[in-house]
């Protein structure tokens, strides 16, 4: 089992900037991809940003060239630079987790951290 727990989310004005973090800790192997997921009420969860354990990154079209995701591989840990923020990034932020192991494919989400984009 992977438990993940995440901080970061609020209230920010459009153009500002917000920083999630996301730490992981229980069973975890070396190969592992990381990310941020979101979703707002009525939508399905959409795919933000991910980071494997070597440091490939993929990105969502809405957000690339404003968001940064990075990783802290002795810390397992995720996080997301938000810059240039808009009221279309309001939704809950979601932490991502996932590893292959010998016994198959896991995934494991966190709790959720809301992000609120408003003047």
């Known amino acids: 089992q992977v438990q993940l727990v995440e901080s970061g989310g609020g209230l920010v004005q459009p153009g500002g900037s917000l920083r999630l973090s996301c730490a992981a800790s229980?069973?975890?192997?070396?190969?592992?991809?990381m990310g941020w997921y979101r979703q707002v009420p009525g939508k399905e969860r959409e795919l933000v940003a991910t980071?494997?354990?070597?440091?490939?990154?993929n990105y969502a079209d809405p957000v690339k060239g404003r968001f940064t995701i990075s990783r802290d591989n002795a810390k397992n840990a995720v996080y997301l630079q938000m810059n240039s923020l808009k009221p279309e990034d309001t939704a809950v932020y979601y932490c991502?987790?996932?590893?292959?192991?010998?016994?198959?494919?896991?995934?494991?989400w966190g709790q959720g951290t809301q992000v609120t984009v408003s003047s």
């Open positions: 980071i494997s354990s070597s440091a490939d990154t």
């Open positions: 991502w987790f996932r590893q292959i192991t010998i016994t198959g494919n896991y995934a494991y």
């Open positions: 229980g069973s975890i192997f070396r190969l592992n991809t």
